[in-house]
């Protein structure tokens, strides 16, 4: 949106297929716009985290290094909290997720969840209540050509198995469920998710990982390509999630969606922590301080 108002000279509004309105850049406001995209007007799309409680570290991350990207990164993640990963893009922040997750190899460092190591592979990961959303959720996160029900159901199988079979009642209504709690739209849990828009193809993502009961969340791009409407239901979700004792940790590369849905902000930098902040009060000119390649002797 920003963009839009940098540039353009008449800005078309379309929702669900059907034009709303076509209007000179000069009578509209970023807030008229939202409301004409969403059909309701958004007062404020980022929940109060004013009452949030932390408790005791669910990811602890010390001393990790990947090899050609991350260096000597240390952090923590509590019960409660939404920590973000800071910074300029392609500082190491994504593969600091995924080494957590043990979708890359590491070179060195210690990671535990609940106080307990993380090791081995995915599968032994996600049995230790680890959740991975993926930022490229068409490429990586969905199996386009499957159903709504099926990319829910892929990662919490063992849940609703018994001698390898897989219990189809328990499953229709587990994610009958889960589809009702993440408000998705589809015309059916068997609606071949390809066809399903940008924002209920992410929320079926978040779906899928929820069913697996995570203690940590990992979010790469809570809502890269995602309508407002839908972020500000994703933004709700992520608060609830945090605020039932989930530790979330996510990047992304929108400055306040970083700012407004963490509690805490590591900044990286060529591979290393460079700073951490309190949300709190925060400005985009401190990240971008610290973001800032530091010259270091030798």
């Given at each position: ?12 509004v ?32 980022y ?31 509590r ?69 709504l ?10 849940k ?43 929320k ?6 929820l ?63 460079t ?24």
């Amino acid at each position: 949106l920003e963009e839009i108002f940098q540039v353009a000279d008449r800005i078309t509004v379309l929702k669900d297929g059907r034009k709303v309105a076509t209007k000179d850049i000069g009578n509209v406001t970023r807030d008229s716009v939202i409301a004409m995209m969403v059909g309701r007007v958004l007062e404020d799309i980022y929940p109060d985290r004013s009452d949030m409680t932390v408790g005791e570290p669910v990811l602890k991350v010390e001393h990790l290094s990947v090899p050609g990207s991350v260096r000597d990164v240390s952090l923590v993640v509590r019960a409660g909290e939404i920590v973000g990963l800071g910074g300029l893009e392609g500082q190491g922040q994504r593969a600091v997720l995924r080494a957590v997750f043990g979708d890359i190899p590491v070179a060195a460092g210690d990671v535990s969840i609940c106080g307990k190591p993380l090791k081995g592979s995915i599968h032994k990961r996600i049995r230790s209540g680890v959740a991975y959303a993926t930022h490229d959720r068409r490429g990586e996160g969905l199996v386009l050509t499957e159903s709504l029900r099926r990319n829910e159901a892929l990662a919490s199988l063992e849940k609703r198995s018994k001698l390898g079979f897989v219990r189809a009642g328990l499953e229709k209504q587990s994610i009958r469920e889960n589809t009702e709690r993440m408000q998705i739209r589809a015309a059916s849990m068997d609606q071949n998710v390809a066809s399903l828009s940008g924002g209920n193809q992410q929320k079926v993502v978040l779906a899928r990982w929820l069913m697996t009961e995570p203690r940590l969340l990992i979010i790469d791009e809570p809502t890269k390509g995602v309508d407002v409407g839908s972020k500000a239901q994703i933004y709700q979700l992520m608060s609830d999630l945090a605020s039932q004792g989930m530790g979330i940790l996510m990047i992304s590369s929108e400055m306040p969606e970083v700012m407004n849905m963490s509690d805490r902000i590591y900044v990286m930098s060529e591979g290393r922590i460079t700073k951490e902040f309190k949300a709190e009060g925060l400005t985009q000119e401190e990240i971008l301080t610290a973001a800032m390649p530091q010259e270091r002797e030798g």
